[in-house]
């Protein structure tokens, strides 16, 4: 009887093993759509910043981003069928504010003002360090154990920062800039870590509407505050073709192909958009912005791309470790 166990249970993780290897080694045409879709839309976005921040006020620019596609996307997603068991209280508006000001004020607000004073390319490498960030809040704020590979991606991420923005030469870039850009990893990182601890609603793409919808009421707040009402001048209809672009492509479509990839492909293939989306971004920047790139740049962006995949990869792997399931014998 003990023997059977063994043998049935031993059938059963090797099922497993095949059912994952199959999704990993051949995922479908969909996956590969929804993926390429993501890569490419959130990739453009430092580009279509750049140009929607020419003439129309960044904070402004930020503030309509999100209201609208927050409005559009809630008014879509909020009467879905299971709307009767997901409450959407004080409790939940609050929990989406306190994200919503991390990922999309912190986080996409530094990205929007950092491109002000650096290059598009460069801001979407010092961005790309998010999963660096959120290996040290874990460990900070939770007292996460860090694998070896992670130290190690630790080490060689920071350091590739460092030879980015830290040598001097003709290429040299604004420090002012960099803090910005690697500010909103930072938020970026700290609201997607603390989204584990705080009671949003069990529908993401409701969550991810009432988070635009609070975004864009503190970008409202901060644009009225800093003056930019009283500045404002026409606006190009690049600016506003670039607006629509975030708005549409970026905001709604990119979005909601990145949350169905989560509950449709492997982890581990979902995360690749951390290292695919600056090599796009570098790429866009350097042919529609004329953003040169210099060897120092290539270097630094291979040495921080490197590490957010080693990082990546440890992390993946050490949640695949948690959840693979276990049968008793």
Not at 172 to 200: D, K, N
Not at 300 to 324: E, F, H, K, S
Request: charged share 10%; with cysteine; hydrophobic share 55%.
């Amino acid at each position: 009887m003990a023997t059977a166990r063994k043998l049935a249970a031993a059938e059963l993780a090797g099922a497993l093993r095949r059912q994952a290897s199959a999704r990993v080694a051949s995922p479908s045409g969909r996956i590969w759509l929804a993926l390429g879709t993501v890569y490419l839309l959130w990739g453009s976005t430092y580009l279509g910043i750049k140009y929607s921040i020419a003439t129309i006020p960044p904070l402004l620019m930020g503030s309509v981003r999100f209201l609208v596609a927050g409005g559009i996307l809630y008014a879509v997603a909020a009467r879905t069928t299971d709307a009767g068991s997901d409450r959407l209280g004080p409790r939940q508006w609050l929990a989406a504010f306190v994200i919503g000001a991390a990922l999309l004020v912190g986080g996409n607000g530094g990205v929007i003002l950092a491109e002000q004073y650096v290059p598009t390319g460069v801001v979407a490498l010092l961005v790309a360090t998010a999963p660096l960030w959120m290996a040290v809040i874990d460990r900070i704020a939770f007292g996460r154990r860090l694998p070896p590979l992670v130290i190690v991606g630790l080490v060689i991420g920071f350091g590739g920062v460092a030879f980015l923005i830290g040598s001097p030469g003709p290429g040299h870039i604004s420090l002012f800039g960099a803090a910005l850009a690697l500010a909103a990893p930072l938020c970026w990182a700290s609201g997607s870590v603390f989204t584990r601890h705080v009671r949003l609603p069990s529908r993401p793409l409701v969550a991810a509407s009432m988070e635009m919808l609070c975004a864009g009421v503190l970008f409202a707040i901060a644009s009225v505050v800093t003056g930019e009402l009283g500045r404002l001048h026409p606006f190009s209809t690049t600016s506003i073709v670039a607006l629509a672009y975030l708005i549409v492509f970026g905001s709604l479509i990119g979005f909601t192909a990145y949350v169905w990839l989560l509950r449709s492909a492997p982890l581990s293939l979902v995360s690749t958009y951390a290292y695919v989306n600056p090599v796009v971004a570098v790429i866009l920047g350097t042919i529609f912005l004329s953003e040169r790139i210099d060897l120092r740049t290539v270097v630094a962006g291979g040495i921080i791309l490197a590490a957010v995949a080693l990082i990546v990869v440890a992390r993946n792997r050490a949640a695949a470790a948690a959840a693979q399931p276990r049968v008793a014998l």
